[in-house]
């Protein structure tokens, strides 16, 4: 497994990933849905520069989803384990994970 951090490109009122010159902008309803539903292997195909917004929610990609149908697939899961503690930092914005016992999440959002 790679590291998809790379592929993060820019993250200023929505996510945009992408590799080389090709970039998929505001991501964050789609991956937020993959999530939820425990997807961690998919194929997407975009025919433009960004999902479609929808609603501007995860749950149109929700349903979408569940109606598409998930295969269980018998291969082995490659996990991403936060083992020390990882900084990232881009102009103004900061992340910080800590490995810990449990999961959480602490956020702050200044514009």
Do not use: W
């Not at 195909?45 to 609603?55: F, L």
Request: proline share 5%.
């Amino acid at each position: 497994m790679g590291n998809c951090f790379n592929n993060v490109k820019d993250i200023s009122r929505g996510t945009t990933i992408g590799v080389g010159d090709v970039k998929i902008h505001t991501v964050e309803h789609i991956l937020a849905a993959i999530t939820g539903m425990g997807i961690d292997n998919i194929i997407i195909e975009v025919d433009s520069n960004e999902p479609p917004v929808a609603d501007g929610s995860s749950l149109p990609f929700f349903n979408a989803l569940k109606e598409a149908g998930i295969n269980i697939q018998g291969e082995p899961r490659e996990y991403f384990e936060i083992t020390e503690p990882v900084h990232i930092c881009h102009n103004d914005m900061y992340i910080v994970m800590i490995p810990d016992n449990e999961f959480k999440i602490s956020f702050t959002v200044s514009y």
